[in-house]
């Protein structure tokens, strides 16, 4: 038998007397002569396979060692990276951007804190910390800008109150050839039943709403009390809501050594500011407010005087005997020229504080 390789890599085998024939392969049906007896089997190398994607060899370093992976940093944090951004933005946007920039910044330190060496941008969170802090803080003299532009509209809102309160005070003089009683009392008892404020309603031009007074009730009483909702403007604060919708900070000194003594039948008259009407305040802004047509105002007495500046902090505003009005400087003016300023007859000048 004669052996042999087809070009496919198949063994073919054939018998002597077939020499020199040609046969078929029956693998790859290739015809092939039958060599001789003398032909020598030799190896046939096989075909070669369609080429694939193939994986590059690693490259090797000197020395015949591959290199090893090569190791990655810890990641950025997002937050850190936010905070930052939102720290730098922060001068242009204080208010909006101030708060993120804090919170992102304290997130992202104690997510770092949580993962060391994983988690990187401590810089960034503290440089976003700090940012955001100082782009608030720039704020600050805006804000005092702001509030000073809007206390100096309130005073003044608060004085042009006041003169209209003090020109009402004097009509009501002319008419009565007095000023009104800290309250109106009852006829029966005299219990106080009603404010002032209530008294001189025709003078601010409230005559309608003077006349839905019953005078011979409380304030508080079933039918007065509704109208207690309805205050004129002039008595409403200048600066917040004061103690509820209904409150008023303008009101009198009453009790000994001042112009208004509680349960006299009749108010003041001009004649009794013997220190003069200039030197005497008639009605000034109390540190607490009062709903306005109940009968309370500020108690003086020989040991005490009531608290001011409450809209203020620094001082209140007053209308004098006279019509005049002014701003009282609580930190510089002495309680003892305060108390002098209250009292009608003491004799006492006012003192260069006061001025």
Known sequence: ????????????????????LEIACPGCGTRLAVPGQAYAIQEVPTLPTAPGPTAAPAPRREGGRRPRARETGPELSGKALASLICGGLTFLL???????????????????????????????????????????????????????????????????????????????????QHFPTPAIYSKQDGRPLLSWRVAILPFIEQQALYQQFKLDEPWDSPHN?????????????????????????????????????????????????ADGTSNTILIAEADEAVPWTKPADMDVTPTRLPPLGGLWGNGFCCVMADGSVRF??????????????????????LGADWE
């Open 94 to 176: 204080p208010v909006l951007l101030a708060i993120p920039a804090v919170l992102l910044g304290i997130l992202a330190l104690v997510s770092i804190k949580r993962n060391p060496g994983r988690v990187s941008g401590m810089g960034f969170a503290l440089a976003g910390l700090i940012t955001g802090v100082l782009g608030n803080v720039t704020l600050l003299p805006y804000v005092w800008l702001y509030q000073g532009v809007s206390d100096r509209g309130a005073k003044r809102d608060s004085i042009h109150n006041l003169k209209v309160l003090g020109l009402a005070m004097h009509n009501y003089h002319s008419a009565y």
């Open 1 to 20: 038998m004669i052996q042999f390789h087809c070009g496919c890599g198949k063994l073919l085998q054939a018998r002597e007397e077939h020499a020199g």
């Open 225 to 273: 009390v509704r109208l207690l909702q309805i205050m004129p403007q002039y008595y409403a604060p200048v600066k917040g809501r004061g103690a509820g919708p209904s409150t008023t900070h303008y009101q009198l000194f009453t009790g000994p050594n001042t112009p208004f003594v509680e349960q006299d039948r009749v108010g003041p008259r001009l004649p009794m500011f």
């Open 328 to 349: 009282v400087d609580t930190r510089r003016v002495s309680p003892q020229t305060h108390r002098n300023a209250i009292d009608p007859q003491d004799g006492n000048p």
